[in-house]
């Protein structure tokens, strides 16, 4: 199971207790915020997308949502979205639970500066009803991020969001 493998994966690091599991679903951005009684901006919502045949994660704020012209920017590609069969397959996690941590061998992870503006953030951790407390220097060392991006929209103040 996905949240053994990522709890495991903490535990190299002496950080297995930081990992919260909860008796409820933190799935989405709001059952998240939810169960950790917090705003949903701080979610760290870890999305899998597929680019020339493999695939990638981007996570973002909780509030951010893909800018296609951005993302195709960046990426040199239409952004799509993973199926929950393949994410499953493809990153290692679940729908619900795909987080940055303990993915597949070739899965790189960007993250997006939606995030920045935070302290700390809440990444779920391999299961739809776990997620970790971490800071912008320990999301950027344990997921092993390859770089930062700005491939997101409705998050910045005055902006739109629907």
């Not at 020339?52 to 951005?70: C, E, M, S, T, W």
């Not at 952004?79 to 493809?90: D, I, Q, V």
């Not at 920045?116 to 991020?145: H, Q, W």
């Amino acid at each position: 199971m996905s949240i053994e493998r990522v709890r495991a994966f903490f535990a190299e690091h002496g950080m297995a207790e930081r990992v919260l599991e909860f008796p409820v679903s933190s799935a989405t951005v709001e059952l998240a915020a939810a169960a950790l009684g917090c705003e949903p901006c701080r979610i760290a919502k870890t999305l899998s997308f597929m680019a020339d045949g493999h695939a990638l994660l981007v996570v973002a704020a909780g509030d951010a949502r893909i800018d296609n012209a951005r993302y195709k920017g960046r990426f040199g590609v239409k952004a799509k979205m993973l199926s929950p069969e393949a994410a499953e397959t493809l990153v290692g996690h679940a729908v619900g639970g795909v987080c940055p941590f303990a993915v597949n061998a070739g899965v790189p992870v960007y993250l997006d500066v939606s995030l920045r503006r935070f302290a700390t953030v809440f990444p779920a951790c391999g299961s739809s009803n776990s997620a970790i407390e971490l800071d912008m220097r320990e999301l950027e060392k344990y997921s092993g991020a390859a770089d930062w991006v700005d491939v997101c929209k409705g998050w910045q103040p005055g902006t739109e969001t629907a």
